[in-house]
């Protein structure tokens, strides 16, 4: 009697089993943990928790700030390098034009890095980005939102720039190097088809969603998070293309400051990354459209 006993209370147990684990799974997939939701991984609050146990350190967000303007100049440099081999008597000059094709080495070495890091935090690159809401076309008009509130602080900031270093309105776009690019087709249909498709994404995640909220974790201070991305943000559109004249450089800082700063304040005020990637593309589409020589 007792092991009978014992036999039709597992056979009881078992659906009891069952259903409890099928509710588990349902909780899970419902509710699961931060480290696997996109949408938890990189929040504030999960972000600040990694700084106790060490996985979140200055080092990261310092690298990754810095390494676009230094790596537009590198990039430049192996194209410069290319044209000493074919010994051009302007080797940098010649290069700078390139820059919609070069541009794509800078992304891949932020994309290297950020994923060198995240790993070290246990997320994955995948979660700076969020959850991109396509549903209605949620995610693209609110982007399209974003590019009719920043742009214009893009063309004042330009026109200011421009009165404050070259006394008009109408700056120097240095013809055959940033305006007027004369490439092979190839080059042209690569600038229209994938530069920016790469860039855009790329310069929001490294900017925004990677360094901007672990600064503000680190330092504690959303002004400072701000001002530190928005310089280097800034400086990298004087480094890319570099041209060696201060005052172009000077324009370029004046020109992307204020948009920059919004496009900044925009991300904390929101922390979702998909529709400034949206608002992002048609600039860098616009840049291509505007420098290139047909």
């Known amino acids: 009697m007792v ?4 036999r039709t209370t597992e056979i009881t147990d078992r659906p009891n089993v069952r259903i409890v684990g099928v509710r ?6 419902a509710n699961p943990p931060a480290s696997e939701d996109p949408a938890l991984a990189n929040s504030q609050v999960e972000i600040e928790k990694r ?4 996985q979140l ?7 990754l700030v810095t390494s676009r303007t230094v790596l537009a100049v590198v990039a430049q440099a192996i194209v410069a ?3 000493v081999l074919r010994r051009n008597p302007s080797p940098w000059q010649s290069a700078t034009p390139w820059w919609s094709i070069y541009g794509t ?9 950020m994923k060198w890091f995240t790993r070290g935090e246990g997320i994955r690159l995948r979660d700076l980005v969020g959850r991109i809401r396509l549903r209605c076309g949620r995610d693209i008009f609110i982007g399209i939102g974003c590019l009719l509130l920043v742009f214009p602080f893009f063309i004042a900031g330009a026109s200011l720039g421009s009165k404050l270093v070259y006394g008009s309105t109408q700056p120097n776009l240095y013809p055959g190097l940033l305006a007027a690019r004369v ?5 042209i249909a690569y600038s229209f088809s994938a530069w920016w498709l790469i860039w855009s994404p790329t310069e929001q995640m490294t900017y925004q969603a990677y360094v901007l909220p672990r600064i503000l974790a680190l330092s504690g201070s959303k002004w400072i998070a701000i001002l530190v991305v928005a310089f280097w943000w800034t400086l990298q559109h004087s480094f890319f293309p570099l041209i060696l004249d ?6 370029r800082f004046l020109a992307f400051l204020p948009g920059v700063i919004v496009f900044a304040v925009l991300y904390l005020l929101n922390r979702r990354l998909p529709p400034l990637i949206v608002a992002h593309w048609p600039m860098d589409i616009f840049a291509v459209l505007l420098t290139v020589k047909f």
């Open 3 to 6: 092991s009978g006993d014992h």
């Open 81 to 83: 390098f290319i044209y």
């Open 51 to 54: 700084l106790a146990p060490g």
């Open 183 to 187: 490439l092979p087709l190839w080059a």
């Open 246 to 251: 201060w005052h172009y450089m000077a324009w």
């Open 105 to 113: 080495l800078v992304d891949i070495g932020c994309l290297a890095l």
């Open 57 to 63: 350190s200055w080092a990261g967000p310092l690298l």
């Open 24 to 29: 588990m799974m349902v909780i899970n997939e």
